[in-house]
Structures are given as C-alpha cells and as structure tokens.
C-alpha cells in the first residue's frame, strides 16, 4: 500500500505497511480501486455533458459517496468498499454504451475484469511517476475529496448544484490526463479551490434554510441520567432523523468532536433530550466512547478503529463504515431507521460523566454580523488587535499541543476564530472576552470556515480594504484530512496569502509544488510558539 493523503502518513513521507489510521493494505488496495474507478465513470460522464447530454443526479451523488468512503478514517469495510466499485462498474457500463469511446482513458473503459487486488497495484498514488505531476494530481483529488463530503451533506438536505458536480467529475477526469502540464494542473488546483467555496456555500445554505441561523449557545459538557446515544461526524440530516426518533423513549442524545456545533442550530435546540456534548475531538474515541456506555453513531469520519469493549456499541451510516459494525442503511431522501440503536441504548447505563460546565459557540457568520457594529468599534478602538483563524482539524500527535499553547499565549487583545474540530485544543480555555466577544468564537464544523470566509469578506467591506489580506485576520490553521485540503484551496482561491499551516506540510506537496505554494501565496509551516507569535502579530 502506499497512503499520504493525511497529516499523520508515517514518517511524514507514507504509510507503506499499514495505514497510522488503522488502515490496512486490502483496504488501501480497494480505496485505490475505488478513485480509479470513480474517476473513470467520472471521465464518460464528462465526455457526455460535452455530447450535451444530461447527467442524473444519481450519478453524481455516486461519486461523491465513493469519494467521502475514501476520505481518512471514515470507511474501514473492505466489503462495502467492493460493493461501491460494483456499482461504479455497473453504471459507468450504462453510460460507456451512450458514449464515443474512442478519445476515452483506460481507466473509462476498465470493465472489472481479473484480479481487484493485482489491477490496485497498478493504478493508486505511484502509478504516477513524475513527482510534481503526481503531487498535483493528489492535491486535487484529495481537495475533490473534501469538496465530495460537503456535496454529500448538502445532498442529504435535497440541495444540488450540477456546476458543482460537473466540475468534480472534469477536474478528477483531468487527473487521468497525461497531456496536462504543471502549469495546466496548478490552474485546476486553484479552480478546486473555486468550486470550493461554491460547495461550501451550498452546504451553508442547505444548513441554515433547514435549521435555522447558528445564534450564540452554551452547550452544556454534563451528563443526565438516562441512558444516551452519542452522534459523531458531520451529518446533520443523520442528527435531525435520530432526535425525531428517540422523542418519548427516555434515551438522550448527546454530540461528540464535530457534531457539537448542532447545538447551535435553533432547529434542534427544540429536543428536550438533546442534551450536550460529550467528550473531546475524534482521536480521544477510545477512552470517551468506552465511557459513554450507550451505542454510538458515526456519520461521517473520522472513526479510531473501536476497541472490543464498545465494538458491538458502534453504528455506521453513510460514507462510514467499519467491519463487523451495524451499518444503518438509507440513501438521500430516504428515512433512516435508527430503532436498533434507541433499542440498544435502553439496554445501557447512562453515560459516565467527563466533564462539567459549559461552553460557548455559534458565531457563524449570521450571528457574527449581528454583532458587526461592536466588532468594528472594538477593532477602530484598538479593543481588538487581530483575529487568528484556528480553524481545521485536531489529531493525535503531541507536536499539536503547539495549538494550545499558542492559544494561551495570544495576547488579550486578539480574538480566535474557528471552526472545525481544531477548536478542541483550546475552546475549554478561560480566555475570557474583550468587551463581552468571547476570545474564542466557534463558527461551527470545518465546513463552517465558509463563514469565517464570508465575516472577512464583510470585514473587508465596511472597512473598505482593496486586499483581503490588509485586514487584521492571521491564519494559524491545523490541518489533518482532506477536508481541510478543500478549506486551503477554498481560502487560496478567495486571494487569503500567507496562510500557516501545520503540524505538518503535507506529505504530498513535492518539493516544487510547495514552492509554487510559497512564492505564488505565502503560505508557510509553523516554528515555536514564539517566534510565529512574533511574525503573525508583528
Ligand atoms: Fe475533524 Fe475528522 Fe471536520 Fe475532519 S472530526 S479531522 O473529519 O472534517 O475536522
Ligand atoms: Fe496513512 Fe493517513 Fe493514509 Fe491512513 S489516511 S493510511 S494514516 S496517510
């Protein structure tokens, strides 16, 4: 196997025996299947729209559901994987037969046939030789990975935008093409980033036309006294149906890592048995799920693979998926039925408590610019000195208590945003606010950078800057997954520079890509503490 798509690839160059997420090499091989695939169904269908043919919607949420199954840690099931590329096979068959099959690569018109694990060898990240190009290409399909989960989310919602797809598929078939240069293959990456936003401006509006405005929330961290069941991930269709389901059963339901920012949203504040969050970001799953003692719900990644203390508590759905755990099934626009959890859960104890308090989130950008008057008087008063973007993900390495550090280091006069599960190095903090704006302000999941992007737009309005980057907006972003592939593009696309990035630069930019990266905008690693607060705050 050969894996680098996330922060945590061994050595920080690829994990080659076994994945560090618990990925192993007969899964890797069918991921790698999988993309091919996907990307050869994605080149008929893009020769077909060129035909002026139409593409059903079915398609295209086929793809993206393949891509989100091979985002890190969100599907560890070999056999539902295999089940993914029959059915890729078999449409992309359909289409092959309404097609010109003569301009078409070989991954278009692979029909299956042989040996899954010999043809996997063949065709995953190495397969291409030249390091920049094969950098490129990977920089690109993971950002198209991204963008796929939040397509997915928003297609839950019944929400669709075919520019959207019809860019997906283009970009992956591209990824396929050998006549395309460096130069060919850095333009697609900044349109990735394009299309990004688009995406996530979909799933914001999918989200906030469906639940509401996210508005200023405590959240509380205790726990009750019945028995619970636990969300985890990203989808909040997934949230909305269980809440309906467990109402009058005496079961709670509680958030874990990126399901928290649900609470923010009027729509399910509404649930008396919503209770709170539990626990920490994803990587902390062992010890917090083991404590929760009630069956546990994965939307989405990312899952730690489950010790055999809860393995029969843990529930997949969607894109997620791990062996010998139920999987709730049920497509978009489908009820899911999630009786056997709520059954379940009235066989368990109550959860055990973590923690006690609460804490402080919903600053989307609705709610940030509702208070725009007192956030553009602190920062003309000099109250507020800078904002740091924190946005991103959380992980496991010790390398990422830089975060917490670097938060309570920031001087009082500046003010953190963020979104994502990053959030969690520091959101427990007594930072304390500047004129009653809390020092943290949590605009939601890690698709919710999207408004972090829509507050600096308006922020460069009202102060009627011609540059996005003269606003006194820093970025310190951790990254992990290739969720957060498609925030950098996003950001780089909207003209934000010198944005950090860390723990680590991923092990898939090629020397030369990173470069272009550097001089084209900035952007950086991170150093100590120290020495970046002194460069960010000048
Ligand atoms: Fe965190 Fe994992 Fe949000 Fe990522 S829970 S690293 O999926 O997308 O962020
Ligand atoms: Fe390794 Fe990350 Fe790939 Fe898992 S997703 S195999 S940890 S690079």
Same mark, same amino acid.
């Given at each position: 196997?050969?894996?680098?798509?996330?922060?945590?690839?061994?050595?920080?160059?690829?994990?080659?025996?076994?994945?560090?997420?618990?990925?192993?090499?007969?899964?890797?091989?069918?991921?790698? +299947?999988?993309?091919?695939?996907?990307?050869?169904?994605?080149?008929?269908?893009?020769? +077909?729209?060129?035909?002026?043919?139409?593409?059903?919607?079915?398609?295209?949420?086929?793809?993206?559901?393949?891509?989100?199954?091979?985002? =890190?840690?969100?599907?560890?099931?070999?056999?539902?994987?295999?089940?993914?590329?029959?059915?890729?096979?078999?449409?992309?068959?359909?289409?092959?037969?309404?097609?010109?099959?003569?301009? &078409? #690569?070989?991954?278009?018109?692979?029909?299956?046939?042989?040996?899954?694990?010999?043809?996997?060898?063949?065709?995953?990240?190495? *397969?291409?030789?030249?390091?920049?190009?094969?950098?490129?290409?990977?920089?690109?399909?993971?950002?198209?990975?991204?963008?796929?989960?939040?397509?997915?989310?928003?297609?839950?919602?019944?929400?669709?935008?075919?520019? !959207?797809?019809?860019?997906?598929?283009?970009?992956?078939?591209?990824?396929?093409?050998?006549? +395309? $240069?460096?130069?060919?293959?850095?333009?697609?990456?900044?349109? $990735?980033?394009?299309?990004?936003?688009?995406?996530?401006?979909?799933?914001?509006?999918?989200?906030?036309? %469906?639940?509401?405005?996210?508005?200023? =929330?405590?959240?509380?961290?205790?726990?009750?006294?019945?028995?619970?069941? +636990?969300? *985890?991930?990203?989808?909040?269709?997934?949230?909305?149906?269980?809440?309906?389901?467990?109402?009058?059963?005496?079961?709670? !339901?509680?958030?874990?890592?990126?399901?928290?920012?649900?609470?923010?949203?009027?729509?399910?504040?509404?649930?008396?048995?919503?209770?709170?969050?539990?626990?920490?970001?994803?990587?902390?799953?062992?010890?917090?799920?083991?404590?929760?003692?009630?069956?546990?719900?994965?939307?989405?990644?990312?899952? !730690? #693979?489950?010790?055999? *203390?809860?393995?029969?508590?843990?529930?997949? =759905?969607?894109?997620?998926?791990?062996?010998?755990?139920?999987?709730?099934?049920?497509?978009?626009?489908?009820?899911?039925?999630?009786?056997?959890? @709520?059954?379940?859960?009235?066989?368990?104890? #109550? /959860?055990?408590?973590?923690?006690?308090?609460?804490?402080?989130?919903?600053?989307?950008?609705?709610?940030?610019?509702?208070?725009?008057?007192?956030?553009?008087?602190?920062?003309?008063?000099?109250?507020?000195?800078?904002?740091?973007?924190?946005?991103?993900?959380?992980?496991?390495?010790?390398?990422?208590?830089?975060?917490?550090?670097?938060?309570?280091?920031?001087?009082?006069?500046?003010? @953190?945003?963020?979104?994502?599960?990053?959030?969690?190095?520091?959101?427990?903090?007594?930072?304390?606010?500047?004129?009653?704006?809390?020092?943290?302000?949590?605009?939601?999941?890690?698709?919710?950078?999207?408004?972090?992007?829509?507050?600096?737009?308006?922020?460069?309005? !009202?102060?009627?800057?011609?540059? @996005?980057?003269?606003?006194?907006?820093?970025?310190? @972003?951790?990254?992990?997954?290739?969720?957060?592939?498609?925030?950098? &593009?996003?950001?780089?696309?909207?003209?934000?520079?010198?944005?950090?990035?860390?723990?680590?630069?991923?092990?898939?930019?090629? /020397?030369?890509?990173?470069?272009?990266?550097?001089?084209?905008?900035?952007?950086?690693?991170? %150093?100590?503490?120290?020495?970046?607060?002194?460069?960010?705050?000048?």
């Amino acid at each position: 196997m050969f894996c680098y798509q996330c922060q945590e690839t061994a050595g920080c160059t690829g994990c080659t025996r076994v994945g560090v997420c618990g990925k192993t090499p007969d899964v890797a091989a069918m991921q790698d +299947l999988l993309v091919y695939v996907t990307k050869g169904l994605s080149a008929v269908t893009t020769a +077909l729209r060129k035909a002026g043919q139409e593409i059903d919607p079915s398609v295209n949420h086929l793809i993206t559901l393949n891509l989100f199954t091979t985002i =890190t840690n969100a599907n560890f099931d070999k056999a539902a994987i295999e089940d993914r590329i029959r059915a890729t096979l078999a449409e992309k068959e359909r289409l092959l037969s309404l097609a010109d099959r003569t301009s &078409l #690569p070989a991954a278009a018109l692979w029909d299956g046939a042989g040996d899954w694990a010999e043809k996997a060898k063949t065709v995953g990240v190495l *397969s291409t030789k030249n390091e920049d190009i094969r950098s490129l290409r990977e920089l690109i399909t993971y950002g198209l990975k991204g963008l796929s989960a939040y397509s997915k989310h928003a297609n839950a919602l019944l929400r669709d935008d075919g520019q !959207v797809d019809a860019f997906l598929q283009r970009a992956l078939a591209a990824t396929l093409d050998d006549s +395309l $240069t460096v130069e060919d293959l850095v333009a697609l990456t900044l349109e $990735t980033g394009k299309y990004g936003v688009r995406g996530m401006a979909l799933l914001d509006q999918a989200n906030t036309e %469906t639940y509401g405005n996210p508005r200023i =929330t405590r959240v509380k961290l205790g726990v009750g006294k019945n028995p619970g069941i +636990l969300v *985890s991930g990203h989808d909040l269709r997934d949230l909305e149906q269980l809440l309906e389901q467990t109402q009058g059963t005496g079961v709670d !339901v509680y958030t874990h890592s990126e399901m928290l920012p649900a609470h923010y949203y009027p729509a399910f504040q509404k649930y008396p048995n919503f209770v709170g969050n539990y626990g920490n970001a994803w990587w902390k799953q062992k010890e917090e799920f083991e404590a929760f003692n009630g069956p546990i719900l994965m939307t989405t990644n990312c899952i !730690v #693979p489950p010790k055999d *203390s809860y393995k029969d508590r843990l529930y997949t =759905t969607g894109a997620a998926g791990y062996p010998g755990c139920k999987h709730i099934p049920g497509e978009i626009g489908q009820q899911k039925d999630f009786s056997a959890l @709520i059954a379940h859960a009235k066989k368990c104890p #109550p /959860p055990q408590a973590l923690e006690t308090g609460e804490i402080v989130g919903g600053f989307a950008h609705a709610q940030v610019l509702a208070l725009a008057d007192r956030i553009v008087e602190a920062v003309k008063s000099g109250a507020i000195r800078k904002f740091v973007v924190m946005a991103g993900c959380d992980g496991r390495a010790k390398s990422r208590d830089y975060y917490t550090e670097f938060a309570k280091a920031l001087p009082g006069d500046t003010v @953190i945003l963020t979104a994502g599960c990053a959030k969690y190095k520091y959101n427990k903090l007594p930072l304390g606010d500047i004129g009653g704006i809390p020092r943290v302000l949590d605009a939601g999941q890690c698709n919710d950078s999207y408004s972090l992007a829509v507050i600096a737009l308006k922020l460069q309005e !009202v102060f009627g800057l011609a540059d @996005i980057n003269d606003l006194p907006i820093v970025y310190n @972003i951790a990254w992990y997954e290739q969720k957060a592939v498609i925030v950098l &593009l996003a950001l780089l696309s909207l003209g934000v520079k010198h944005i950090h990035l860390g723990p680590t630069l991923p092990a898939f930019l090629s /020397p030369n890509v990173a470069k272009v990266l550097v001089e084209q905008f900035g952007i950086g690693g991170i %150093t100590t503490v120290e020495e970046d607060l002194a460069r960010m705050l000048g």
